[in-house]
T-cell receptor, first 114, second 111 residues
Framework: DTAVSQTPKYLVTQMGNDKSIKCEQN?????MYWYKQDSKKFLKIMFS???????INETVPNRFSPKSPDKAHLNLHINSLELGDSAVYFC?????????????FGPGTRLTVT | GQSLEQPSEVTAVEGAIVQINCTYQ??????LSWYQQHDGGAPTFLSY????GLEETGRFSSFLSRSDSYGYLLLQELQMKDSASYFC????????????FGAGTQVVVTP
């Protein structure tokens, strides 16, 4: 009965590689988000989708490309990984874009780029 | 622009009360949320204030004063399991749908 799930939980890869992180929510929510949390625990939004449509696209390198095949899934693909991409990436969801103040987070994906 | 300030760390003993303050400068302020995050875990929603006043949820309460651009999270009857980071986060009309998180307050509960 997991609410928001992400795979993989850990990802260790070399610079220059391409990798993807997958997220699924079974809460019936319309809105999903990707966040990056750095080593100082600063949590910053990257993207948000509402019913498969991109509604928030922060200043993020275009090596990062989100995709939402349906409103229950939001994936993040990262090209040409760099050392600075090492962080924990969280997926989250909310009932709607108007309920953005109450978000439910997945367990996170710890990405380490070597 | 937006800015959020909260203390970096607070230490207290079991059974005590802790207040975590959050001041903000936010154009088009909409509301203030609080999240808890244990080490290695995911942020968990605690509370939300859009109007002035106190919201109580069990041992945790959250307060907002829009005129003072200030809010706080009150943790009562502290337990060891309350050791975690606590984040305030603001939403604004100018950036609808987006939460801006503070840097977090590490709460350390000692026996």
């Amino acid at each position: 009965d997991t609410a928001v799930s992400q795979t993989p939980k850990y990802l260790v890869t070399q610079m220059g590689n391409d990798k993807s992180i997958k997220c699924e929510q079974n809460l019936g929510h319309d809105t999903m988000y990707w966040y990056k949390q750095d080593s100082k625990k600063f949590l910053k939004i990257m993207f948000s989708y509402n019913n498969k449509e991109l509604i928030i696209n922060e200043t993020v390198p275009n090596r990062f490309s989100p995709k939402s095949p349906d409103k229950a899934h939001l994936n993040l693909h990262i090209n040409s990984l760099e050392l600075g991409d090492s962080a924990v990436y969280f997926c989250a969801s909310s009932l709607s874009s108007g309920n953005f103040y109450e978000q439910y987070f997945g367990p996170g994906t710890r990405l380490t780029v070597t | 622009g937006q800015s959020l300030e909260q203390p970096s760390e607070v230490t207290a003993v079991e059974g005590a009360i802790v207040q975590i303050n959050c001041t903000y400068q936010t154009s088009g302020f909409y509301g203030l949320s609080w999240y808890q995050q244990h080490d290695g875990g995911a942020p968990t929603f605690l509370s939300y204030n859009a109007l002035d006043g106190l919201e109580e949820t069990g041992r945790f309460s959250s307060f907002l004063s829009r005129s003072d651009s200030y809010g706080y999270l009150l943790l009562q009857e502290l337990q060891m399991k309350d050791s975690a980071s606590y984040f305030c986060a603001v939403g604004a009309m100018d950036s609808w749908g987006k939460l801006q998180f503070g840097a977090g307050t590490q709460v350390v509960v000692t026996p």
